[in-house]
């Protein structure tokens, strides 16, 4: 099917490499896909361009830390008795979250979607910090289309 | 999380997940070639996972996140995750040739390896 682009919703893929993007413009076609690669791109991205959904990686093991977001000092400090590599770790396999926080901070209130597995209590307390989001556990295009459409 | 949890949850993310990207999807694409892009993110999946420490093969990661599981406990979800991703290597040449019955047989082995490492986070996490 053709589709004119202009007339596509926006699709936000934020991660730290390039597999869902790929994914996105392979099987998700109805959607007009930008990526972004940190949460400081994905808040100008969805500020220029505002997105009707968001697809989010949760672990970004990938960025450097002047990438990331999140207070690494702090995280050590509260949850790592002061271990600064396991705080930075910690921060690397939530960093999708902390990305849609800072998307949300920026206005951005778009559904968001993310590809993993997260046990339901988890999954509720996104919902209660973020608003609309979703989950589906593996790249399959369409559960993931229609968490997109319902989230 | 036990560190059982930890690492069947990370099989599953970094491994099962990844392998299965675009083979899971491939349902009705026809039984001739894939198309390029297509098969170039198919032979990512199994044979070039990026990572922070560059691309590993899918074999090669279970084999590094599976050091420290519990052997006896999972054996029959890895035995199986393994095999699959074994046979996957020994077709690599066809399926990087687009050699349709190859491709066939990867996309099936990679679903398998999925299923198998979503069995053993399930014994973990039920």
């Known amino acids: 099917m053709w589709h004119h682009r202009a007339a596509m919703p926006v699709l936000l893929v934020v991660e730290d490499g390039h597999e869902y993007e790929e994914f996105a413009r392979a099987f998700l076609q109805e959607w007009h896909v930008r990526a972004a690669h940190s949460a400081r791109e994905a808040v100008a991205l969805a500020t220029e ?31 790592f008795a002061g271990d600064s590599a396991r ?3 910690y921060l690397r396999e939530q960093q999708g979250t902390l990305v849609l926080g800072a998307l949300r901070e920026a206005g ?4 968001a979607v993310f590809v993993t597995d997260f046990a339901p209590h988890r999954l509720a307390n996104l919902r209660q910090l973020y608003g609309r989001v979703q989950a589906v556990p593996v790249f399959d295009a369409a559960a993931i289309r229609r968490a997109l459409e319902s989230a | 999380m036990s560190d059982d949890a930890e690492l069947a949850r990370a099989l599953m993310h ?11 999807n491939l349902r009705g694409v026809g039984d001739g070639p894939l198309p390029d892009t297509l098969l170039r993110m198919l032979i990512a999946d199994l044979y070039a996972l990026p990572g922070s420490a560059g691309t590993e093969r899918a074999s090669e990661r279970l084999s590094r996140l599976a050091q420290g599981l519990d052997e006896r406990r999972f054996a029959r979800h890895l035995d199986d995750a393994r ?3 074994a ?10 040739a687009n050699e349709p019955a190859a491709v066939a047989r990867a996309i099936e082995l990679a679903r398998s390896v999925e299923l198998a490492l979503r069995a053993l986070l399930a014994e973990v996490e039920p």
């Open chain 1, 108 to 111: 951005v209130d778009a559904p």
């Open chain 2, 14 to 24: 970094d491994v099962g997940k990844q392998v299965a990207r675009t083979a899971r």
């Open chain 2, 83 to 85: 095999a699959a991703l």
């Open chain 1, 49 to 79: 361009h505002p997105p009707a959904a968001l697809l989010v990686d949760l672990r970004f093991e990938r960025s450097s830390p002047d990438d990331l977001i999140g207070d690494v000092v702090g995280t050590a400090r509260r949850r």
């Open chain 2, 87 to 96: 046979t996957l290597d020994t077709i690599e040449a066809e399926v990087r």
């Open chain 1, 87 to 89: 705080a930075l770790r």
